[in-house]
Nanobody, 130 residues
Protein backbone atom coordinates (compact mmCIF):
# COMPACT_ATOMS: atom_id res chain seq x y z
CA UNK A 1 0.00 0.00 0.00
CA UNK A 2 1.37 3.40 -0.95
CA UNK A 3 1.49 5.90 1.88
CA UNK A 4 2.88 9.35 2.45
CA UNK A 5 3.04 10.69 5.98
CA UNK A 6 4.02 14.28 6.72
CA UNK A 7 5.31 15.49 10.05
CA UNK A 8 7.21 18.40 11.52
CA UNK A 9 4.65 21.14 11.33
CA UNK A 10 3.97 23.50 14.17
CA UNK A 11 3.85 27.08 15.37
CA UNK A 12 6.86 29.27 14.67
CA UNK A 13 7.60 32.97 14.80
CA UNK A 14 8.20 34.92 11.65
CA UNK A 15 11.80 34.58 10.60
CA UNK A 16 12.08 31.16 12.16
CA UNK A 17 12.58 27.73 10.62
CA UNK A 18 10.86 24.38 10.43
CA UNK A 19 11.70 21.12 8.73
CA UNK A 20 8.90 19.00 7.38
CA UNK A 21 9.28 15.31 6.69
CA UNK A 22 7.47 13.19 4.13
CA UNK A 23 7.93 9.50 4.88
CA UNK A 24 7.03 7.27 1.95
CA UNK A 25 6.11 3.60 2.00
CA UNK A 26 4.95 1.18 -0.67
CA UNK A 27 7.22 2.73 -3.30
CA UNK A 28 10.72 4.13 -3.69
CA UNK A 29 11.02 7.91 -3.75
CA UNK A 30 13.62 7.82 -6.53
CA UNK A 31 11.04 6.24 -8.85
CA UNK A 32 8.57 9.10 -8.44
CA UNK A 33 8.48 12.86 -8.59
CA UNK A 34 7.84 14.16 -5.07
CA UNK A 35 6.01 17.42 -4.75
CA UNK A 36 5.19 19.72 -1.87
CA UNK A 37 1.98 21.71 -1.91
CA UNK A 38 0.31 23.99 0.59
CA UNK A 39 -3.18 25.21 1.26
CA UNK A 40 -3.93 28.31 3.27
CA UNK A 41 -7.38 28.90 4.77
CA UNK A 42 -9.84 29.97 2.11
CA UNK A 43 -7.35 29.47 -0.70
CA UNK A 44 -6.70 26.81 -3.28
CA UNK A 45 -3.93 24.30 -2.83
CA UNK A 46 -0.78 25.63 -4.48
CA UNK A 47 2.40 24.02 -5.66
CA UNK A 48 5.56 24.71 -3.64
CA UNK A 49 8.28 22.45 -4.99
CA UNK A 50 9.02 19.32 -6.98
CA UNK A 51 11.91 16.86 -6.63
CA UNK A 52 12.26 14.98 -9.91
CA UNK A 53 12.41 11.25 -10.39
CA UNK A 54 15.79 11.03 -12.11
CA UNK A 55 18.52 12.93 -10.31
CA UNK A 56 16.65 14.39 -7.36
CA UNK A 57 17.12 17.98 -8.43
CA UNK A 58 14.33 20.27 -7.28
CA UNK A 59 12.42 23.26 -8.58
CA UNK A 60 10.57 25.78 -6.43
CA UNK A 61 7.84 28.35 -6.75
CA UNK A 62 9.29 31.84 -6.70
CA UNK A 63 7.41 32.51 -3.45
CA UNK A 64 9.78 30.21 -1.55
CA UNK A 65 12.89 30.03 -3.71
CA UNK A 66 15.96 30.85 -1.67
CA UNK A 67 14.14 30.17 1.61
CA UNK A 68 12.96 26.56 1.25
CA UNK A 69 15.16 23.58 0.42
CA UNK A 70 14.21 20.01 -0.40
CA UNK A 71 16.48 17.13 0.58
CA UNK A 72 16.09 13.40 0.91
CA UNK A 73 17.32 10.36 2.76
CA UNK A 74 17.04 7.34 0.52
CA UNK A 75 17.77 4.93 3.35
CA UNK A 76 14.68 6.26 5.15
CA UNK A 77 12.72 6.75 1.93
CA UNK A 78 11.94 10.22 3.18
CA UNK A 79 11.89 13.66 1.61
CA UNK A 80 12.35 16.80 3.68
CA UNK A 81 11.30 20.40 3.24
CA UNK A 82 13.56 22.78 5.14
CA UNK A 83 11.77 26.10 5.55
CA UNK A 84 13.81 29.12 6.63
CA UNK A 85 12.97 32.81 7.02
CA UNK A 86 9.32 31.92 7.43
CA UNK A 87 6.73 34.59 6.76
CA UNK A 88 3.15 35.02 7.88
CA UNK A 89 2.02 34.15 4.36
CA UNK A 90 3.67 30.73 4.63
CA UNK A 91 0.95 29.69 7.07
CA UNK A 92 -0.85 26.71 5.53
CA UNK A 93 -1.36 22.99 5.64
CA UNK A 94 1.57 21.43 3.81
CA UNK A 95 1.13 18.24 1.82
CA UNK A 96 3.62 16.04 0.06
CA UNK A 97 2.57 14.09 -3.01
CA UNK A 98 4.03 11.51 -5.37
CA UNK A 99 3.69 11.42 -9.13
CA UNK A 100 4.54 8.32 -11.13
CA UNK A 101 6.14 9.20 -14.47
CA UNK A 102 4.07 8.11 -17.47
CA UNK A 103 5.61 5.11 -19.22
CA UNK A 104 6.08 7.12 -22.41
CA UNK A 105 7.86 9.96 -20.62
CA UNK A 106 11.53 10.58 -21.33
CA UNK A 107 13.66 12.92 -19.29
CA UNK A 108 13.11 14.22 -15.79
CA UNK A 109 9.55 14.28 -14.53
CA UNK A 110 8.51 17.11 -12.25
CA UNK A 111 4.87 18.17 -12.56
CA UNK A 112 3.47 21.28 -10.89
CA UNK A 113 -0.23 20.53 -11.42
CA UNK A 114 -2.20 18.87 -8.63
CA UNK A 115 -3.92 16.50 -11.02
CA UNK A 116 -0.61 14.99 -12.11
CA UNK A 117 0.01 13.57 -8.65
CA UNK A 118 -1.13 10.06 -7.79
CA UNK A 119 -0.68 9.88 -4.03
CA UNK A 120 -1.08 12.43 -1.25
CA UNK A 121 -0.26 12.68 2.41
CA UNK A 122 -2.73 13.94 4.99
CA UNK A 123 -0.89 17.20 5.54
CA UNK A 124 0.80 18.97 8.43
CA UNK A 125 -0.11 22.41 9.73
CA UNK A 126 2.45 25.20 9.66
CA UNK A 127 1.50 28.39 11.46
CA UNK A 128 3.74 31.44 11.36
CA UNK A 129 3.06 34.15 13.94
CA UNK A 130 4.42 37.60 14.65
Amino acid sequence: EVQLVESGGGLVQAGGSLRLSCAASGFTIDDYAIGWFRQAPGKEREWVSCRNDRDGSTIYTHYVKGRFTVSSDNAKNTVYLQMNSLRLEDTAVYHCAAARPPTYYRGTYCPIQLNDYDYWGQGTQVTVSL
